[in-house]
């Protein structure tokens, strides 16, 4: 207790070095500036986080919103550029690939990316699930915001949203004409284009278009490889077509929108990281087969990231596809707001990976994923009682089909394995939420959710030509789970700039199958479940949290300043634990082993002293604790680390605008992101040949910056030309790993952030 208090100090200490709080608002109807009667100050934002339209000071929950002015200030189009933008949140690229994500809010995080695990965030584009790791780095051209619920969200959204939910809006159609041009030219020939175009309204129909192509040469140089030149490219497009309707003179309104994301590229660098000193992997993994023991992997070995490698002649290649429909149908009814919600999603996600970063074939894996869903969402939204009861309510609908591919190839093509997994998901929920104002300053809000889902699993694995497994669905009994998620918040409005909440939520995480398992022996397998299939028969279980919250919300200096502050203490049950064997087949074990103690402190400053200059900053602290830790039946929970949890986070952004003139505008924009060290995997800390500490990321720092002169008079339009860098210092230290263990003879690879890159931009506004 007195590290956490002192830890508060340390927090309200750091304010000054603190982006995840936006200073304007975003251009619309529902986003109003700030009310000081000079103009000045800090705008209001507005948004949809409990499925209303609200003020971002008026919700009691720790939210962070960023306008499409910041996004579009600094070329932000998907999550993986978000960096620190809200306190106790990090987002990293999942080893290898640059298409998945793994989002820690809060000390949770889903490690492992296999379509049969759930994320530990909620990612929604425009309140539409999206429900995979894979495929969740996806475009968006035109962003109005992106909102980031902090804490359990089981209530409004429902499972999986454990730790929080991230939703991207985009900007909608306006029913005027409007375009916008843009091209990009940087270091390693990177090229971006981007067009976006809204119609003039046509008989109730408005229409906006918006895509964009990015190409640029791989940061990391082939050699000695006929079939590519360089890895860690990029190649990518994207889409979105945006159709609101609404009839003359009716309230009625229909949108539909039509998002598509291809990349088509080579993965991000598996760098031989380190290896055990004797280097004799093969020897370890069997040691009857002298003619490969004691193979030379140490001289490819280095903690220093190359800019050259030589890697072998299996294909390098990182394919993503995903195309979404969603239709919302909108009636008012006096008071109340009728809501239809309609989503059908569709992935195909494939990669081809060297995975020990040598030219020696000692690892390669290759995974090929289908994965489609459908959800249909019915919401009712008023108000009633004079204005003092806010409700909603609704009925949820989610289905989903996703398989995956996974042939693995070890030591000279000596172990060949072949794992084929599958997954269908059916998920009913019905949720309600009420805030009731007693009086102008207290407001109670209770909210429930119930969650019925099931599954099933479909698994096969062939280990050099012999048929191991083979599950088809229906052979193992489903996997059925259901959840009650209440919500309970009291704020205290003291006056006009300050808001007091206190909250207890409880979030849930699916259960389900390990599709990855290669553990096929169970001698005590339950009745009408296959002999043998030992993970399969025994689904993990779903993880819950009891997350208990305190936060102010202010405005401050004559709304100049924004300031909030909030504390949490979570705790977890059943955490999901993926644990990574590398034990015959390239597998993962899950541990639902694990009960632990999260708490936390976060704070967010947003400083508008006068119109032309900006101030973003945010601070937190998170200390974790394993409360218990079951592994063989002996309790660990002082000898295992906490993956993606990091104890400090701070980051700082400014915008300010130099000059104005005739000619035009002249502003800067910096930000500066810190993250302490953490650990990546659930390993021992002491007493084990294969330890977190071998793969703890270090300390990062980041500074991006850029420089733009805009409003240029053009004609009969208006230009834009920028100036930009990111990761100004060149950090170039790893962010995340693999490590094989033991039976690979410790062979770690490591992943490192993009290095240094530049460039200009030009716009234009038609």
Known sequence: MRKFLAATALTSAALIAGPAFAADAPQTAQAPQSADTNGSGVGDIVV???????????????????SGQYLESRGITSIDGLGSIAPNMQIARAPSDKTITQISIRGSVTINPAVTWEPAVGLYLNGVYIAKAQGSVFDVADLERIEVLRGPQGTLYGRNALAGAVNLVPRAPTGKFDMAVEAT?????????????????????????????ERRDGFI??????????????????????????????????????????????????QLYS????????????????????????????????????????????????????????LPLGNATLKSITSYRWMHWSDSTDLDGSPLPIAFT???TRFHSFSQELQATGKALDDKLNYVAGLFFYSEYAATDNPQSFFFGSANYLSVYGQHTKA???????????????????????????????????????????????????????SFTPALTLSYQANRDINLYARYARGFKSGGFNGETNIFFDPGAPKGCLDGATELCHPYKPETVNSYEVGVKSRLLDGHMVLNLAAFWDEHRNIQLSVFTASGAAASEVLNAAGARVRGLEAELTLRPVDAITFHGSAAY????????????VDVSNNRAFPHAPHYTASASLDARLARGNWGTFSVSGDLNYTSSYFTFPYALTNSQQTAYQTQAPAQLFLNARATVAQIPLGGTTAQISIWGKNLANFKKPDNFIDFGPSFGGLTV?????????????????
């Not at 949809?48 to 960023?66: F, G, L, W």
């Not at 030219?185 to 008989?203: C, F």
């Not at 079939?227 to 309707?245: C, E, F, P, R, T």
């Not at 998170?622 to 039946?633: Q, R």
């Open 622 to 633: 998170l200390d974790t604790k394993y409360e218990s830790y079951i592994d063989g039946g």
């Open 221 to 270: 140089k082939v050699v000695g490889n006929p079939n590519y030149n360089s890895i860690n490219n990029l190649d990518a497009k994207s889409g979105m077509v945006q159709i609101h309707y609404q009839p003359a003179g009716s309230k009625f309104t229909a949108d539909y929108m039509f998002d598509y994301s291809n990349h088509d590229e080579r993965p991000d660098y598996s």
């Open 750 to 766: 490591a992943y490192f952030p993009d290095p240094r890159t530049y460039g200009v931009t030009i716009g234009a506004k038609f």
């Open 48 to 66: 949809t986080a409990q499925k209303r339209s609200e003020n971002i000071q008026k919700v009691p929950i720790a939210i962070s919103a960023v």
């Open 366 to 368: 290759a995974r090929n």
């Open 185 to 213: 030219y940087g270091n390693y020939n990177y090229a971006k284009g981007k067009v976006v175009l809204d119609l003039p309204e046509w008989n109730g129909f408005s229409v906006k278009l918006s895509g964009q192509i």
């Open 428 to 482: 009913f929920a019905a949720y309600t939420q009420a805030d009731y104002s007693f009086t102008d300053q207290f407001k109670l809000t209770v909210g429930a959710r119930y969650t019925h889902e099931q599954k099933d699993i479909r698994k096969l694995l062939v280990a050099n030509g012999t048929t191991v497994a083979d599950i088809q669905f229906g052979d193992i009994p489903d996997a059925k789970y259901d």
């Open 275 to 330: 290896v055990y000193t004797d280097h004799s992997v093969y020897a370890i993994f069997d040691p009857k087969s002298p003619s490969y023991s004691n193979i030379p992997l140490a001289p490819y070995a280095s903690t220093t990231r190359q800019s050259t490698t030589s890697i072998d002649g299996n294909p390098e290649f990182e394919k993503s596809e995903v195309f979404g429909h969603a239709l919302i149908l909108s």
